[in-house]
T-cell receptor, first 113, second 110 residues
Framework: NAGVTQTPKFQVLKTGQSMTLQCAQD?????MSWYRQDPGMGLRLIHY???????DQGEVPNGYNVSRSTTEDFPLRLLSAAPSQTSVYFC????????????FGPGTRLTVL | GQQVMQIPQYQHVQEGEDFTTYCNSS?????IQWYKQRPGGHPVFLIQ?????EVKKQKRLTFQFGEAKKNSSLHITATQTTDVGTYFC??????????FGSGTQLTVLP
């Protein structure tokens, strides 16, 4: 099993550009989520999904969209990139939300100029 | 949602010394999870605690959940250079979403 995969590993955008961060898992997990990690602030939840067709907002959803058309994939879209979105983005999955081990992808390092 | 405060933010120890990080909340926690993130890596699950006063051990790592379920600690005995990284606690609130502490960055000096 590949676990949780994310692409790209690194990305540089200009302010105002849009892009999609890809996330896929092959563990048949129902729950998937996106976090951003900034220095000294831990991981903050952006959006999450409890199953195909169901998504919801986390702590910091503004400027991001998600969709979940399949169990395996959970892409994160930046609509109009801003320098404040410079961060490391992690996708995670688990069998169910909350009290269960989360498996993290390797992350995408995004810089917005 | 649930908030967890983690201290210290940074810790430098000499190899062989012990290390402890603490996770505190003003409210009762349903559970606490601990993750380790190596430099440049991604968080990796270590353990979950759910019972009041629970203590679990993994080799040199000891995890505790307070009697009132408002705090937790991770203690590493005789640190090694392989212990370097950032240790996060996390808890699931009523919405079952994980909230992470800000982490403790451990440096082990050889």
């Amino acid at each position: 099993n590949a676990g949780v995969t994310q692409t790209p590993k690194f990305q540089v955008l200009k302010t105002g550009q849009s892009m999609t961060l890809q996330c896929a898992q092959d563990m048949n997990h129902e729950y998937m989520s996106w976090y951003r990690q900034d220095p000294g602030m831990g991981l903050r939840l952006i959006h999450y999904s409890v199953g195909a067709g169901i998504t919801d907002q986390g702590e910091v959803p503004n400027g991001y969209n998600v969709s979940r058309s399949t169990t395996e994939d959970f892409p994160l879209r930046l609509l109009s990139a801003a320098p404040s979105q410079t961060s490391v983005y992690f996708c995670a999955s688990s069998y169910y939300p909350g009290g269960n081990e989360q498996f993290f992808g390797p992350g995408t390092r995004l810089t917005v100029l | 949602g649930q908030q967890v405060m983690q201290i210290p933010q940074y810790q430098h120890v000499q190899e062989g010394e012990d290390f402890t990080t603490y996770c505190n909340s003003s409210t009762t926690l349903s559970n606490i999870q601990w993750y380790k993130q190596r430099p440049g890596g991604h968080p990796v699950f270590l353990i979950q605690l759910v019972k009041s006063g629970e203590v679990k051990k993994q080799k040199r790592l000891t995890f505790q959940f307070g009697e009132a379920k408002k705090n937790s600690s991770l203690h590493i005995t005789a640190t090694q250079t392989t212990d370097v990284g950032t240790y996060f606690c996390a808890t699931a609130g009523s919405a079952r979403q994980l909230t992470f502490g800000s982490g403790t960055q451990l440096t082990v000096l050889p």
